[in-house]
């Protein structure tokens, strides 16, 4: 046998063995299979459940996602393709009218493949403050998901990478705060692309210091002020949930099956275990019939804040007169369920900019494009790696603001911003004509909430998504101020002769009225709903799973995923869902091992 005949061999058994796990149908599972987990959703969470939980070899998982695989999607694994990943990757979901943001039906993205959201997401890896969690832990009277306790989740989920291009980054972050022993999962970078206007933007944190101090690194627990964003790429590569903790090795575990382009429905009851209920059955989708899987331990639902209320309303298990509107029999009445929905409302602002090499640029020439993808395939460098945000500004409302004389502070502390803006090279988030320098601002602290409900008894009828964008005037009127803010950065002398006037409806923000119809016509979903499966403290007589996060009142379900999180934190919720569920998979382990 020649040696590349036996390579090609080894490489084939090798990837049959890697692949084992991966079923892309329930039929496809053999049907005398038994679990003690069966994990709804192979999202952020999920994903992180699935592999934290078969380090143990004696529990048999099964993990559940309802799209496709995520590999080989070239426009997810290219940070700055993010905005290119085809809608065949997404629940393609969309609000209801939004009242008080002008009627508009806003379009509401949520990942439908392996990874879900991280797979399609921007990325950005912000842990929020230290305030935020304090304040998790203070509410559900659990000081596990304190700053000081949940801190080592971070480190155990993430690994420290060089950025793509390999500079130096002294002065960018503090290693104090970060895992760079390679032991984590996920891997965080500093972006690896310079970006034109970045000298700019760091004299701009000079030139005004005083409103935009520069910080050495947001990560540290006390986020406030200008500094470099960090991301969950590695190698110029998008790590998402699916990628980091769903790896070769662990899919070839075998005591974890992972089944693909399959839907849940529903759980169900079982015989209780004592007097409470009990629902440790999942009723699934192959396509063509309705079957039923049993989890010997817990079923565990990670199928995030949209679809994990859908999933436990078709089930029966929310507010029993609205289900029984519907026409859906009660089988556990949880009126909390869908309720509390915290969403980040944001907008982008922009200004045509005196230069021509702008990321702008590349969009506008698909040869350009094309040739830049090829030097990423190639060898992971040149503007692809990044998603064309190279600095982030954490900042906070000034504490003498006339909003706070009519309106209570919503942050969980004074070292919490109230907003985020991001400034791109480019108009990478939206397709504009010219050449761009784009501040993208996200409002950390909603006071608006919204919810997640059924519109019939038909489990694959898409939810209603009712983020209640600014049905607060707390949202409007900070949002004003936010692009206030804006104009003043770009304002600072490091701008002068390369900002030139704002692009669209922008430009008419000259009056109040004007500023304020421009907020309400403009502001969207940042995409980062949570707190529609709310912890509570244990005894509580509202929200929906305890601090263990088990379902409230009933045996064999725990929620472990964005949902949970009973206040918004002042961040992207990518990095507290991770550390969520890497706490999670702890407290799993330890009652049943």
Same mark, same amino acid.
């Given at each position: 046998?020649?040696?590349?005949?036996?390579?090609?061999?080894?490489?084939?058994?090798?990837?049959?063995?890697?692949?084992?796990?991966?079923?892309?149908?329930?039929?496809?599972?053999?049907?005398?299979?038994?679990?003690?987990?069966?994990?709804?959703?192979?999202?952020?969470?999920?994903?992180?459940?699935?592999?934290?939980?078969?380090?143990?070899?004696?529990?048999?998982?099964?993990?559940?996602?309802?799209?496709?695989?995520?590999?080989?999607?070239?426009?997810?694994?290219?940070?700055?393709?993010?905005?290119?990943?085809?809608?065949?990757?997404?629940?393609?979901?969309?609000?209801?009218?939004?009242?008080?943001?002008?009627?508009?039906?806003?379009?509401?993205?949520?990942?439908?493949?392996?990874?879900?959201?991280?797979?399609?997401?921007?990325?950005?890896?912000?842990?929020?403050?230290?305030?935020?969690?304090?304040?998790?832990?203070?509410?559900?009277?659990?000081?596990?998901?304190?700053?000081?306790?949940?801190?080592?989740?971070?480190?155990?989920?993430?690994?420290?990478?060089?950025?793509?291009?390999?500079?130096?980054?002294?002065?960018?972050?503090?290693?104090?705060?970060?895992?760079?022993?390679?032991?984590?999962?996920?891997?965080?970078?500093?972006?690896?692309?310079?970006?034109?206007?970045?000298?700019?933007?760091?004299?701009?944190?000079?030139?005004?210091?005083?409103?935009?101090?520069?910080?050495?690194?947001?990560?540290?627990?006390?986020?406030?002020?200008?500094?470099?964003?960090?991301?969950?790429?590695?190698?110029?590569?998008?790590?998402?949930?699916?990628?980091?903790?769903?790896?070769?090795?662990?899919?070839?575990?075998?005591?974890?099956?992972?089944?693909?382009?399959?839907?849940?429905?529903? =759980? %169900?009851?079982?015989? @209780?275990?004592?007097? +409470?209920?009990?629902?440790?059955?999942?009723?699934? !989708?192959? /396509?063509? &019939?309705?079957?039923?899987?049993?989890?010997?331990?817990?079923?565990?639902?990670?199928?995030?804040?949209?679809?994990?209320?859908?999933?436990?309303?078709?089930?029966?298990?929310?507010?029993?007169?609205?289900?029984?509107?519907?026409?859906?029999?009660?089988?556990?009445?949880?009126?909390?369920?869908?309720?509390?929905?915290?969403?980040?409302?944001?907008?982008?602002?922009?200004?045509?900019?005196?230069?021509?090499?702008?990321?702008?640029?590349?969009?506008?020439?698909?040869?350009?494009?094309?040739?830049?993808?090829?030097?990423?395939?190639?060898?992971?460098?040149?503007?692809?790696?990044?998603?064309?945000?190279?600095?982030? =500004? %954490?900042?906070?409302? @000034?504490?003498?603001? +006339?909003?706070?004389?009519?309106?209570?502070?919503? !942050?969980? /502390?004074? &070292?919490?911003?109230?907003?985020?803006?991001?400034?791109?090279?480019?108009?990478?988030?939206?397709?504009?004509?010219?050449?761009?320098?784009?501040?993208?601002?996200?409002?950390?602290?909603?006071?608006?909430?919204?919810?997640?409900?059924?519109?019939?008894?038909?489990?694959?009828?898409?939810?209603?998504?009712?983020?209640?964008?600014?049905?607060?005037?707390?949202?409007?009127?900070?949002?004003?101020?936010?692009?206030?803010?804006?104009?003043?950065?770009?304002?600072?002398?490091?701008?002068?002769?390369?900002?030139?006037?704002?692009?669209?409806?922008?430009?008419?923000?000259?009056?109040?009225?004007?500023?304020?119809?421009? =907020?309400?016509?403009?502001?969207?979903?940042?995409?980062?709903?949570?707190?529609?499966?709310?912890?509570?403290?244990?005894?509580?007589?509202?929200?929906?799973?305890?601090?263990?996060?088990?379902?409230?009142?009933?045996?064999?379900?725990?929620?472990?995923?964005?949902?949970?999180?009973?206040?918004?934190?002042?961040?992207?919720?990518?990095?507290?869902?991770?550390?969520?569920?890497?706490?999670?998979?702890?407290?799993?382990?330890?009652?049943?091992?």
């Amino acid at each position: 046998m020649s040696f590349l005949l036996l390579l090609a061999l080894l490489s084939a058994t090798f990837l049959s063995l890697c692949n084992g796990a991966i079923h892309q149908s329930f039929d496809n599972l053999s049907p005398k299979s038994s679990f003690d987990f069966v994990i709804i959703g192979g999202g952020t969470a999920g994903s992180v459940i699935a592999s934290r939980l078969t380090e143990d070899p004696q529990f048999k998982v099964l993990l559940i996602e309802a799209g496709p695989s995520n590999q080989g999607i070239l426009d997810s694994e290219i940070p700055l393709l993010l905005n290119e990943i085809p809608p065949t990757f997404s629940w393609n979901y969309s609000t209801t009218p939004q009242v008080s943001a002008g009627g508009r039906v806003v379009a509401y993205p949520r990942g439908y493949l392996l990874g879900g959201s991280s797979s399609v997401n921007a990325m950005y890896y912000t842990r929020g403050s230290s305030s935020d969690f304090d304040r998790f832990a203070n509410f559900t009277g659990d000081p596990g998901w304190s700053w000081t306790n949940i801190f080592p989740y971070f480190l155990k989920n993430e690994k420290w990478v060089p950025p793509a291009d390999d500079h130096n980054t002294n002065g960018q972050f503090n290693p104090a705060f970060h895992n760079l022993k390679g032991t984590g999962m996920n891997t965080v970078s500093l972006p690896g692309f310079t970006q034109e206007i970045d000298g700019r933007v760091l004299q701009t944190s000079k030139d005004l210091a005083s409103e935009f101090p520069f910080t050495l690194d947001y990560n540290n627990g006390t986020p406030l002020g200008l500094g470099y964003l960090q991301s969950t790429i590695g190698n110029g590569t998008r790590s998402s949930s699916a990628i980091a903790y769903l790896t070769p090795s662990v899919q070839a575990r075998p005591n974890l099956q992972i089944v693909l382009n399959t839907r849940v429905t529903r =759980v %169900l009851q079982t015989n @209780p275990i004592g007097g +409470s209920k009990s629902f440790r059955q999942v009723e699934l !989708s192959t /396509g063509s &019939k309705l079957v039923t899987v049993t989890a010997l331990k817990e079923v565990i639902l990670s199928a995030g804040s949209i679809n994990t209320p859908h999933v436990l309303l078709n089930s029966g298990i929310g507010d029993k007169d609205e289900l029984t509107k519907l026409g859906i029999s009660p089988t556990f009445d949880l009126p909390s369920v869908g309720k509390n929905l915290s969403d980040h409302p944001g907008l982008g602002v922009s200004y045509f900019v005196n230069a021509d090499d702008t990321l702008d640029s590349i969009f506008g020439n698909a040869t350009l494009e094309s040739e830049l993808i090829d030097e990423w395939e190639t060898n992971r460098t040149g503007p692809m790696v990044t998603i064309g945000v190279n600095h982030i =500004v %954490l900042l906070r409302i @000034p504490d003498n603001s +006339s909003i706070f004389k009519t309106f209570s502070d919503p !942050s969980s /502390g004074q &070292k919490s911003p109230h907003f985020e803006i991001s400034i791109s090279n480019g108009a990478v988030f939206a397709a504009l004509a010219g050449h761009f320098v784009t501040a993208l601002i996200v409002h950390l602290t909603p006071a608006s909430r919204g919810s997640v409900s059924l519109q019939s008894n038909n489990p694959f009828d898409p939810p209603l998504i009712n983020p209640g964008f600014l049905t607060s005037q707390f949202d409007v009127q900070t949002l004003k101020e936010e692009v206030t803010v804006v104009k003043r950065f770009f304002s600072a002398p490091a701008w002068k002769g390369y900002v030139l006037q704002p692009q669209g409806t922008f430009a008419n923000t000259t009056t109040d009225q004007a500023l304020e119809e421009f =907020v309400i016509n403009n502001a969207g979903t940042s995409a980062h709903p949570v707190g529609t499966a709310s912890m509570s403290p244990k005894n509580a007589n509202f929200g929906v799973v305890d601090p263990d996060l088990k379902v409230k009142g009933v045996q064999g379900l725990r929620i472990v995923d964005a949902s949970v999180m009973p206040f918004v934190p002042a961040a992207h919720p990518q990095a507290a869902t991770y550390v969520i569920a890497e706490r999670a998979a702890d407290l799993i382990k330890a009652e049943w091992q």
